[in-house]
């Protein structure tokens, strides 16, 4: 047995009953803001951590798919998030640069700080029941201007978004192809970050015909953190879209690679457990990961 099947077998297994899938459009009236979500609430009836995902530039709820679906296969409720302004809705020429700005993550910011108010509002969502989630225990995650929107709402120190939009509430994060600071340096930008943070990134994470942000960029936030619980993924070979989740349409091919799903699924299960759930074999698994990987995978904590 590899040294990496040992590490996909080695954690707990995935619950058998599909997790029920629930859509809505929910309005935010202070802003006149229509934020749709996909709920998936996972199998039984005790109380459960939360998981928000927020979708890339052009992105729609379909973002994510994969690992929220594995997530919620866990035990976790996951709530995607669709982000009008910046999400399929602009895919055209010229438009997915405009909508590249401080405006439209601070309105994103703004998004995950409405669904959070919402989910202690709400106790059902068709036949989701909202009230078997636990608020003290939430989790953020996001793909490409997703990842951005975590950042933000860990703890990034943004001048030209502007202040408060970190959300206390938030627990843990993972940003999928995050990028570095724009404005300012990147400890200036990042080291107010304290929380648990995972950032998954690969050798070929970058897309010229939008910025012009490296792979090796997509680091940068990750080693400007305050240190306590901060890890760093790359995979080798893998390209931008690889970690968007998504299952039938990408930027550029098929599906993840079976490597970057398996490897993906479960170092992010073994992250959420261990922060959201205080489950200590998880964060052994965790912390152990880079001696499970092929030797052109990385793998570093801090």
């Keep these: 047995m590899s040294l990496l099947t040992m590490f996909l077998v080695a954690t707990p297994a995935l619950a058998a009953q599909a997790p029920t899938v629930c859509e809505a459009q929910w309005r935010d009236a202070a802003r006149n803001r229509m934020v749709p979500v996909r709920i998936r609430m996972p199998s039984g009836g005790g109380k459960v951590p939360v998981i928000l995902f927020s979708h890339g530039l052009g992105g729609s709820l379909d973002a994510g798919t994969i690992w929220g679906r594995a997530w919620a296969q866990d035990g976790f409720a996951v709530i995607h998030l669709q982000h009008a302004g910046s999400d399929s809705g602009i895919i055209a020429p010229g438009r997915l640069r405009r909508a590249m700005s401080a405006e439209q993550v601070r309105a994103r910011a703004l998004d995950v700080r409405f669904v959070l108010d919402e989910l202690g509002r709400r106790k059902h969502e068709g036949a989701c029941d909202l009230a078997r989630i636990d608020l003290g225990h939430v989790g953020m995650s996001g793909h490409s201007y997703g990842a951005q ?84 993924l ?37 992250f959420w457990r261990a922060m959201l759930r205080n489950d200590g074999q998880a964060k052994r698994m965790l912390d152990g990961m880079g001696s499970l990987l092929p030797s052109k995978d990385r793998f570093e904590r801090r």
């Design 234 to 270: 790359v995979m080798d070979g893998a390209d931008h879209a690889a970690f968007g989740g998504q299952e039938r349409i990408r930027l550029q091919g098929g599906p993840p690679p079976p490597h970057v799903r398996d490897v993906v699924t479960e170092a992010s299960l073994n």
């Design 149 to 232: 929107t975590t950042l933000t709402v860990a703890g990034t120190t943004n001048p030209l978004v502007g202040r408060g939009m970190a959300d206390p509430r938030i627990d843990a994060a993972i940003a999928f192809n995050p990028q570095p600071a724009a404005q300012q340096g990147d400890r200036a930008t990042f080291g107010s970050i304290t929380i648990p943070f995972f950032s998954i990134t690969g050798t070929r994470d970058e897309v010229p015909q939008l910025t012009n942000v490296t792979a090796k960029d997509r680091e940068r936030p990750f080693r400007a953190m305050a240190p306590g619980n901060k890890y760093l």
